[in-house]
């Protein structure tokens, strides 16, 4: 009776390594199919489709910049509606997805844009110090975005955003940005916030939320004429450059309302 030499076939290995080498394409055409299923919801304001179809594609496949970036996206703007702790918990998942991405891809302008975006949000809802803790990370974010595509509208939206509340900062805030931050952040001017804007237009001319975030900009500058200008081509603008388009509609409906003719 012949003994076996306890080597065998390499034919008896090829099945297994066919599935070893098949799981990893089948989980990335698996992810590719829940992020195209996710933008497609996106598109047609389902953002709640969308955080678990992109939410499922980075449990296909964790290191998915595409899928992290626009899991970070529908967060955040679905933390836009919530309320409470939801809003907090929203906004917090926002910005962790959005540093996964940017840890995965440094040099995209995107993933930068994302985080911008989420710490711009979430730092909104927080108290003076955290708030103005947040606003260093903020223009940093955005500023490699804008230096890695200067094509960004969203990019010089979020830049101008800064630009107002940190020119706008009370008394209070500013002693606590000396404790916090040393002193105010330098640059900041509310005409910065005017040009980034209008760049941000120039880019973006059908973005709602560029032409009402501009008009409250020029509200506070007293600006009325300008104001009323920007918030009538928001209200006008077909509502397909956001989801949240027709939120920021009625918004610009009800500043025009107070806007004496």
Not at 14 to 22: S, Y
Not at 113 to 121: D, F, M, N, S, T
Request: charged share 30%.
């Amino acid at each position: 009776m012949r003994r076996s030499s306890g080597l065998r076939w390499p034919g008896a290995c090829l099945p297994l390594l066919a599935l070893t080498l098949a799981a990893p394409r089948a989980q990335a055409a698996g992810a590719e199919a829940e992020i195209e299923a996710g933008t497609a919801a996106y598109a047609a304001g389902s953002l709640d489709s969308a955080r678990v179809a992109f939410g499922r594609a980075v449990r296909l496949e964790g290191h998915n910049f595409t899928a992290l970036r626009w899991l970070a996206r529908a967060e955040s703007d679905l933390g836009e509606d919530a309320k409470g702790e939801d809003q907090r918990e929203l906004f917090a998942h926002a910005v962790e997805h959005a540093r996964a991405a940017v840890q995965v891809a440094p040099d995209s302008a995107r993933g930068h844009l994302e985080l911008a975006v989420a710490l711009g949000r979430q730092a909104l809802r927080e108290g003076p110090r955290t708030r103005l803790a947040l606003s260093r990370e903020i223009k940093a974010e955005t500023d490699r975005a804008i230096a890695q595509d200067p094509d960004l509208g969203r990019a010089y939206h979020v830049r101008a955003m800064w630009n107002r509340k940190i020119a706008g900062l009370n008394f209070f805030e500013r002693n606590i940005a000396r404790a916090v931050l040393g002193g105010v952040p330098r640059g900041a001017s509310m005409d910065n916030a005017v040009s980034d804007f209008q760049k941000a237009i120039e880019l973006e001319p059908g973005y709602v939320n560029h032409h009402l975030e501009l008009g409250r900009t020029f509200l506070e500058l007293n600006r009325k004429a300008d104001a009323r200008r920007e918030l009538e081509r928001a209200v006008v603008l077909p509502p397909t450059s956001s989801p949240r388009d027709s939120r920021y509609q009625d918004e610009a409906r009800e500043l025009l309302k107070k806007l004496k003719p």
